[in-house]
């Protein structure tokens, strides 16, 4: 069983365009986090949910719009999407947040191009 | 400003060979330090988790040092295997909160 899943893999679209990516986690964890992987292989923390309540929002451009409908679950919404804006976009997540160790899973990636 | 610096960017080694990763960081105040290996079209995945008093943990054929003083880590892989051809990502975690700083990671190829 895939312990951090997101859909779709691969999303190559137009400039302009608003695109979603989505991620579900199977391993029962109460925080949840979106990275962006640029071309220089720098992966950035974009946001963090804990228990569906926003606890890391860095400064991401308001295109980028988080949504948490569940503990499980945490989709990427992207508006007015940019040349820039092409990465490969990892979704992760850990039991909890905190000062404590908390170990990270991550996603396979979803590669966004836009042309 | 929180920041960490790998070296080398990239190495080949033959294998069977040992190599030695380097991470430096500034990342203040401390909480722990992770290595990930990142296969190629992969996530990353979780190597060693050390916190400050630790200074070595091993996960297999894969070994880290922690000097908490000198802001410093290694990675060290024995008797590499093909597997082991991915990149190395040294990440450090500060204190109050989960969030973490990456460094740009080091490619390793080994060679047959």
């Known amino acids: 069983d895939t312990a951090v899943s997101q859909t779709p893999k691969y999303l190559v679209t137009q400039m302009g365009n608003d695109k979603s990516i989505k991620c579900e986690q199977n391993?029962?964890?109460?925080?949840m986090y979106w990275y962006k992987q640029d071309s220089k292989k720098f992966l950035k923390i974009m946001f963090s949910y804990n228990n569906k309540e926003l606890i890391i929002n860095e400064t991401v451009p308001n295109r980028f719009s988080p949504k948490s409908p569940d503990k499980a679950h945490l989709n990427l919404h992207i508006n007015s999407l940019e040349l820039g804006d092409s990465a490969v976009y990892f979704c992760a997540s850990s039991q909890g947040w905190g000062t404590d160790t908390y170990e990270q899973y991550f996603g396979p990636g979803t590669r966004l191009t836009v042309t | 400003k929180n920041q960490v610096e790998q070296s080398p960017q990239s190495l080949i080694i033959l294998e069977g060979k040992n190599c030695t990763l380097q991470?430096?960081?500034?990342?203040?105040?401390?909480?722990?330090l992770r290595w990930y290996k990142q296969d190629t079209g992969r996530g990353p995945v979780s190597l060693t988790i050390?916190?400050?008093?630790?200074n070595t943990k091993s996960n297999g054929r894969y070994t880290a040092t922690l000097d908490a003083d000198t802001k410093q880590s290694s990675l060290h892989i024995t008797a590499s295997q093909l597997s082991d051809s991915a990149s190395y990502i040294c990440?450090?975690?500060?204190?109050?909160?989960?969030?973490?700083?990456f460094g740009g990671g080091t490619r390793v190829l080994v060679k047959p």
């Open positions: 990440v450090v975690s500060a204190t109050a909160g989960n969030k973490l700083t």
């Open positions: 991470c430096n960081y500034t990342v203040s105040p401390f909480s722990n």
């Open positions: 050390m916190t400050f008093s630790e």
């Open positions: 391993l029962g964890h109460d925080t």
